[in-house]
């Protein structure tokens, strides 16, 4: 057995974001929290109160499941209860295994409301329209999923029921105007009583700008309030809108101000009143590092029918909050889940495969306690790009940006062929990075991956190999292995985890076979632990 250690590499990527920030976060266990509440990669959030809990969902755009769905009960410390779209090719089949080719585009931000005693989800695609579903409870199951308007170009959208019982949905078409290069419309529409169908007659236009999104509508005391963000010259901003009629007269107003280097543009989001007079503000940031966008929460006041996101400054404009009294002292364990020992009939609800996954390839079942992937070519197998996003069934999950990171599998080798890869992996679209085992002539190797650089580590001659991946505050990744589950070796070569398309970096297992469709691989668990 032959060891090759590579040389030290640091790859000195500068980092958008301050370190500091994600030192300590969330729940501080004295009655405070810190921002972000959630420092992982929660995008295009919107959340909403129903009696005493709060539900969030977030953008997932090609993973599937898609839409994540978020339960809390003091909006600080959160959980994933499940996914509004078991299957993204009721959307396209554009994103199945075997195309593969929108990486950053499917679901896109949405709304999350409760009404006539059912939760509804709305959301767009920008290739292919606005779609809906409905659930009695948001864990689901939720109804297949329905296309409200087959169309290109719209995004952003947030149904609404006013208190006749007429729903309505509001949303951004954005197009390419010669005068003004992209114009952004917010459209209203009236939608029938089963929420299913706009009325196309209906349409009218609310708002026009350069850059205007993240739509929401509310009723709060009689007034309607649309609140939307909208790139000004300092960044995107909050802005809000509010009149006596729907359809206007309407007052517009900027809510906060931002500067991008220090707080990331906090924008799409939801408002909650906690308590009568009481209100908070759930946000993601519109930009991140290699965390993805991150999620906040902002404490609410309101100033002469107006509300102030953030701590009000001396011109009216809130400013970002990192810190402060949690706004429900209530005790719960909620934490998001990273764990998984594969012992039970489904996947654990923080997995999404990146694209739908074929689903012949892998199995629970096949052996009881472990996951097994089978393996089957990449789409474009000579390509020399990232092929992690031309592999089909990668599994893969949210990582936290915090002090300290490790993820373990424990790989077993038994089912392994010639021209197969499995193991552990890093990935966004601008960069990649692999640990696993490769076979070449019925000989199972070690092989380390960063984008186009191919190393050789060792010849293996057992069945079975532990991997792990750790990473810091900084996204400074590191690769170990084991042959006994006990001493683990790290590689002396360290990676910069990176975002890309508005994704954060995604850990995942992959398994794909470069020559063929032979051999599986068995994973008995994966276990990610991550600094609170």
């Known amino acids: 057995m032959k060891t090759m250690f590579v040389?030290?590499?640091?790859?000195?990527?500068?980092?958008?974001?301050?370190?500091?920030?994600?030192?300590?976060?969330?729940?501080?266990?004295?009655?405070?929290?810190?921002?972000?509440?959630?420092?992982?990669?929660?995008?295009d959030l919107d959340a909403i109160r129903v009696g005493d809990d709060y539900y969030a969902i977030s953008s997932t755009m090609q993973f599937s499941p898609g839409m994540v769905v978020l339960h809390s009960v003091d909006l600080v410390n959160w959980r994933i209860i499940g996914h509004v779209v078991p299957d993204l090719t009721a959307i396209s089949n554009e994103l199945n295994w075997d195309r593969m080719n929108c990486y950053g585009r499917g679901i896109w931000a949405g709304s999350i409301r409760y009404y006539n005693d059912?939760?509804?989800?709305?959301?767009?695609?920008?290739?292919?329209?606005?779609?809906?579903?409905?659930?009695?409870?948001?864990?689901?199951?939720?109804?297949?999923l329905h296309r409200v308007w087959q169309t290109e170009g719209w995004n952003d959208c947030c149904s609404f029921r006013d208190d006749d019982g007429q729903l309505y949905l509001i949303g951004t078409h954005f197009a390419h105007d010669p005068h003004t290069n992209r114009q952004y419309n917010i459209h209203l529409f009236k939608m029938t009583p089963d929420g299913k169908r706009l009325i196309m007659e209906s349409d009218t236009i609310l708002y026009q700008s350069k850059g205007s999104e993240a739509n929401k509508l509310?009723?709060?005391?009689?007034?309607?309030?649309?609140?939307?963000?909208?790139?000004?010259?300092?960044?995107?901003?909050?802005?809000?809108?509010?009149?006596?009629?729907?359809?206007?007269?309407?007052?517009?107003?900027?809510?906060?101000?931002?500067?991008?280097?220090?707080?990331?543009?906090?924008?799409?989001?939801?408002?909650?009143?906690?308590?009568?007079?009481?209100?908070?503000?759930?946000?993601?940031?519109?930009?991140?590092?290699?965390?993805?966008?991150?999620?906040?929460?902002?404490?609410?006041?309101?100033?002469?029918g107006w509300p102030v996101i953030g701590e009000p400054g001396s011109d009216g404009l809130g400013r970002m909050v990192w810190s402060g009294q949690k706004p429900i002292d209530k005790k719960n364990n909620f934490r998001i889940e990273t764990n998984d020992e594969f012992n039970s009939e489904q996947l654990n609800r923080q997995w999404e495969w990146n694209y739908q996954a074929r689903s012949d390839k892998w199995s629970l079942s096949d052996r009881r306690g472990y996951l097994r992937l089978y393996a089957f070519q990449p789409i474009r197998p000579d390509d020399p790009g990232n092929i992690i996003l031309r592999a089909g069934n990668t599994l893969t999950q949210r990582?936290?940006?915090?002090?300290?990171?490790?993820?373990?599998?424990?790989?077993?080798?038994?089912?392994?062929?010639?021209?197969?890869?499995?193991?552990?992996?890093?990935?966004?679209?601008?960069?990649?990075?692999?640990?696993?085992?490769?076979?070449?002539?019925?000989?199972?190797?070690?092989?380390?991956?960063?984008?186009?650089?191919?190393?050789?580590?060792?010849?293996?001659?057992?069945?079975?190999?532990?991997?792990?991946?750790?990473?810091?505050?900084?996204?400074?990744?590191?690769?170990?292995?084991?042959?006994?589950?006990?001493?683990?070796?790290?590689?002396?070569?360290?990676?910069?985890?990176?975002?890309?398309?508005?994704?954060?970096?995604?850990?995942?297992?992959?398994?794909?076979?470069?020559?063929?469709?032979?051999?599986?691989?068995?994973i008995d668990y994966f276990r990610y632990e991550y600094l609170k």
């Open 399 to 522: 990582i936290m940006r915090t002090r300290s990171n490790t993820a373990s599998i424990k790989l077993d080798l038994s089912g392994m062929a010639n021209g197969q890869q499995a193991g552990l992996t890093h990935f966004s679209t601008t960069s990649y990075s692999t640990l696993g085992v490769e076979q070449k002539n019925g000989i199972n190797y070690l092989v380390y991956t960063h984008n186009n650089e191919k190393i050789t580590l060792l010849e293996l001659n057992t069945t079975t190999i532990w991997l792990r991946s750790t990473w810091d505050v900084k996204g400074l990744n590191t690769y170990h292995y084991s042959l006994n589950g006990k001493q683990f070796v790290p590689l002396e070569k360290f990676s910069q985890l990176t975002w890309g398309s508005y994704r954060g970096d995604r850990i995942g297992i992959y398994n794909y076979n470069s020559l063929n469709e032979e051999g599986y691989a068995d």
């Open 118 to 144: 059912r939760f509804w989800v709305y959301f767009g695609t920008p290739d292919d329209g606005y779609f809906m579903s409905s659930a009695s409870h948001p864990a689901g199951p939720w109804e297949p």
């Open 218 to 304: 509310y009723k709060i005391n009689g007034v309607y309030y649309h609140y939307f963000s909208e790139v000004r010259p300092e960044g995107r901003v909050i802005m809000m809108r509010r009149s006596t009629h729907l359809y206007g007269t309407w007052e517009t107003r900027q809510l906060n101000t931002v500067h991008p280097a220090t707080d990331k543009e906090p924008n799409q989001g939801g408002l909650l009143e906690v308590a009568p007079g009481k209100w908070y503000f759930l946000t993601h940031h519109g930009t991140g590092s290699w965390e993805g966008r991150v999620a906040s929460l902002l404490p609410v006041n309101w100033t002469d």
């Open 7 to 43: 040389l030290l590499l640091f790859l000195g990527l500068p980092l958008s974001i301050h370190s500091q920030h994600f030192e300590n976060w969330g729940d501080q266990g004295d009655g405070t929290y810190v921002n972000p509440v959630l420092p992982g990669d929660y995008s």
